[in-house]
Each structure stands twice: as structure tokens, then as C-alpha cells.
């Protein structure tokens, strides 16, 4: 007995119910010059992934941009930036990792630079962060794990470690992407320094992901911020940036050409 097509066509309206899809995924990006209230503009355009293979001339781009995604008099600059990609904005580096409605969103590119000292200690904090997760997990009833001398992790060096993560913060390139935070990060001191060890821990490991080279938030509530605290975002037209550019990078890293996405 055929549905009828009320029978299968219900699923698609509630994607929260019957699952599915909510949006489109993006393959690539595009820069796009086109005219918008009598100015031309140079924005970055994600490519829809149903649109790849269809999208390998460079008319055939320009009529979709300006048919398909409403762009008056497109001209197309660069054809394809590929996601994960390097960016410097503004003199710091980013790769470029998704969209979200008219901003792009971003992960770190430079790298967190810490003496050999402080690293070994950030792996001990990180060890047991771990261990007391799995500890609770085995028995939520339990309290909390307590650190042991074994551990080798203190209220003393945790705040150091905290001071020196503000401190790159503050004084380093970071402040170029971070430096929004850095008075929050301060007034979260006093709420840190009354912290049990173990959660000052899982602060300190939440902290370290406002520097990791890929799309992690930091949950910074136990100190005042907010759960998604570090996400990058920046305007799609580059010329509301100071300076904004692409890296091209070799395959083995050792060469690079920077090319300015703004003329």
C-alpha cells in the first residue's frame, strides 16, 4: 500500500523532532568584490558543499554569486581559500574554520610559548584534572578527589601558572585576539585564588584552550566568565579590519607568501 505523502513529508518540517539538517556545510570560501549601497566590498563567501563540483569555472561562480546569492556586479578575487586555511588579521594569525550567519569563525594559528618548567607542571594539572574526572565518574556520590603529594600540584602554582596565562594575555600577540578578556581574567583572580585546587585545575585546563590551534571554547563560569568564553569571530568584509591578508604556506612549512586580501 503506497504513503501517502503526508506520511514522509511530516519528518522534514521538525528537524529538532525527526532529526536532519538545520543548514548548509561549507567546502570552501571565496573572496567576492561586489557592489552594495554605491560602495564596492570585498567580503569572504563560504561555498555550500552541494555546490563543489558545479562551482569549477570562474563564470559560472560569479553568476551564482550574483544569482544564487544576491551580490550586485560580483567579481570573483580569489576562487577558493580552503577551509583551516591562514589568515592574519589585524597582525595575528588565524585559521579560518567555519561561518556563522554574516561572521567568520576563527582558531588560533600562533602557538603558546611557555618554559619547559611550566609546561611539566600544566601536564601534571592536566593529569589530574583527569584522574579526578574518572574518579567521580565511578561513583558520583563520592567528594570530590583531593591532590596528593603525588600529584605535585599546589594552590601556590596554580595561581603562578594563572598569572603567566594573563600575562600572555596581556602582554603578548595573544592580547591582539584575547585581549577582550583580560580585564574579566583579572577580576576572575580573586574568584580563582578562593578555588579548591581541583577546580582551580579545571580552570587552568579551560584556560589553555583559549590557545589551542583548533575551534575549543573555554568554560570560565567558576570565575565569573561565560561557558563559551574565547570564541573568535570577525566581520566577512575585510576592509573593516586594519590589515588582512592570506598566508600561503608549502607543504613542508618552510615557505610562505602573504598576499593582501584588501587590494
Given amino acids: 500500500m503506497p504513503l501517502k505523502a503526508g506520511d514522509y513529508r511530516e519528518c522534514f518540517k521538525d528537524n529538532q523532532k525527526y532529526g536532519g539538517y538545520n543548514k548548509v556545510s561549507g567546502a570552501f570560501f571565496s573572496l567576492v ?18 555546490r563543489k563540483n558545479f562551482l569549477v569555472e570562474h563564470e559560472k561562480m560569479e553568476k551564482y554569486f550574483e544569482q544564487e546569492r544576491g551580490l550586485s556586479d560580483p567579481e570573483l578575487i580569489v576562487s577558493c581559500i580552503k577551509v583551516y586555511s591562514v589568515l592574519k588579521i589585524n597582525g595575528f594569525r ?3 574554520a567555519a561561518r ?23 601536564k601534571k594539572v592536566l593529569k589530574f584534572v ?11 556520590n563520592r567528594a570530590p578527589l583531593q591532590a596528593g603529594k603525588f600529584d605535585g600540584v599546589t594552590f601556590d ?29 583579572e577580576a576572575g ?31 570560565l563560569t567558576m570565575i565569573g566568565l561565560v561557558k563559551n568564553t574565547g570564541v573568535m569571530t570577525a566581520n566577512r568584509n575585510v576592509g573593516k579590519a586594519d590589515s588582512f591578508t592570506i598566508i600561503y604556506q608549502s607543504i613542508t612549512g618552510l615557505f610562505e607568501q602573504e ?3 584588501q587590494k
Fill in 130 to 140: 583527569n584522574r579526578a574526572n574518572d574518579y567521580a565518574k565511578r561513583d558520583r
Fill in 189 to 219: 583572580r580573586e574568584l580563582f585564588i578562593k578555588l579548591p585546587v581541583l577546580d582551580q585545575c579545571k580552570v587552568l585546563e579551560q584556560m589553555l584552550n583559549l590557545f589551542a590551534c583548533n575551534r575549543v571554547n573555554a568554560d
Fill in 33 to 50: 568584490e561586489y557592489t552594495e549601497k554605491g560602495e564596492r566590498i570585498r567580503s569572504i563567501v563560504d561555498i555550500p558543499i552541494c
Fill in 157 to 185: 602554582e596554580n595561581l603562578r601558572i594563572y598569572n603567566i596565562l594573563l600575562r600572555k594575555i596581556e602582554d603578548s600577540i595573544f592580547n591582539i585576539s584575547l585581549g577582550k578578556y583580560s580585564k574579566k581574567l
Fill in 259 to 261: 598576499v593582501d586580501l
Fill in 100 to 122: 556563522s550567519n554574516d561572521q567568520l569563525v576563527f582558531a588560533p594559528a600562533e602557538q603558546l610559548v611557555l618554559s619547559n618548567e611550566n609546561e611539566k607542571y600544566i
Fill in 94 to 96: 588565524y585559521y579560518i
